[in-house]
Each structure stands twice: as C-alpha cells, then as structure tokens.
T-cell receptor, first 114, second 111 residues
C-alpha cells in the first residue's frame, strides 16, 4: 500500500519568508509526528497528533513554528519568517496508534533558507 | 529529559566481520526501536522491542533489549557492503508522546 508522502521534496526559500510543508500519512494511521533532522544529526521531535486530540506541541522550537492536521489525516507544518537555522530535513511519520507501534517515515522535505 | 546515547558514532568494518552497536538510555522504558537510514533517504524501521529480554533477528542483524540495564544492542554478523547506512535507536516512554532518538551510528562496510 501507499506509504507516507511529503511535499515538496525540496524547498529553497529566502530568509523571512513563510513556508508550508505537507504530510500525507498512511491511511488509517491515527498518530502523526513531525521531526527535524539537521545535517549529520539525529531526529528532533517537533509535534505529535493523535486522532482528534489536542496536539502535543512540546517540541516546537519557537512560536514561528505551527502545525495542523485536518480531518485526522493530512498535516501541514508552517514555519513563519524563516531563519537560516531552520534549514534541515523535515520528516513526517505516522503509526497505527500511539501505543507499541513503530513509526513509518516519509521521504522528508529538505528545506534550505538562503 | 531522557537521553539516548549510541556508540560508536562511526564504525568502519570489513566485510565478513562481526560487530555490535550499543544504545544506552537514561530512564525507564520498555519500548525500543531500531531504524536504518541510507544517505539522502528516510528512515526504515528494522526492529521493535517491546519487553525486557526481547530479541529479534532479521538476516545479519539481531537486536536485543535489557530494560534493567537500559541497554539495547544491534549485532551485525558477517557484515556485507549493503549494510552500510546510519542506524538509529529510539526510545519511547509511556508518560509522554515523544520518541527520543539516539545520535545515530554511521556504519561503513569495506570490501
């Protein structure tokens, strides 16, 4: 079946612009995660959605970052007034539910802020 | 905050040799995951370990979990070039929603 998809695959933007990154999780997966991976680094948790519950935003690095998930499916991560330190690969993952299931990762969006 | 440490961070090994990657974590957890990432690619799930003493094997890779020692190992048997990748462990604690990832072990298998 279809895996997790993300778009765009690459995004180059100027400092100060806003960007939107999209994630389509696997159908039926109720849990959705956003991570950030800087070059040569591990994964940094950003935000978590579970069904229709309020999201866990504890990993968002600043108020320039926000995310929403419409209809319990597609999610959009928005970064306002981008900074050069926002340059990274943004990974989305979904899992069947919160408990005891591994996450399936999308291919990521490589964001470059010039 | 939970800390997840992997060692070594970089590993270069010859084909046919055996080696072990270690994943230590700093708080109680009984769920640990191993992922593989190829250069420029996303993460692929390898193993899900859900209890103390869990052992799982797939091909030349075997993962184990000791929750009392807060340690997981990923053992590589008779390495082949195709295993070259970065391997991440991740820990899940029941009191939060985060998965805490290690810094990764970059493995290069030399012919």
């Amino acid at each position: 079946g279809a895996g997790v998809s993300q778009s765009p695959s690459n995004k180059v933007t100027e400092k100060g612009k806003d960007v939107e990154l999209r994630c389509d999780p696997i159908s039926g997966h109720t849990a959705l995660y956003w991570y950030r991976q800087s070059l040569g680094q591990g994964l940094e948790f950003l935000i978590y959605f579970q069904g229709n519950s309020a999201p866990d935003k504890s990993g968002l690095p600043s108020d320039r970052f926000s995310a929403e998930r419409t209809g319990g499916s597609v999610s959009t991560l928005t970064i306002q007034r981008t900074q050069q330190e926002d340059s990274a690969v943004y990974l989305c993952a979904s899992s069947r539910d919160r408990v005891k299931h591994e996450q399936y990762f999308g291919p990521g969006t490589r964001l470059t802020v010039t | 905050e939970l800390k997840v440490e992997q060692n070594p961070l970089f590993l270069s090994m010859q084909e046919g040799k055996n080696y072990t990657i270690y994943c230590n974590y700093s708080t109680t957890s009984d769920r640990l995951y191993w992922y593989r990432q190829d250069p420029g690619k996303s993460l692929e799930s390898l193993f899900v370990l859900l209890s103390n003493g869990a052992v799982k094997q797939e091909g030349r890779l075997m993962a184990s979990l000791d929750t009392k020692a807060r340690l997981s190992t990923l053992h590589i048997t008779a390495a082949v070039h195709d295993l070259s990748a970065t391997y991440f462990c991740a820990v899940d604690i029941s009191t939060g929603n985060q998965f805490y990832f290690g810094t990764g072990t970059s493995l290069t298998v030399i012919p």
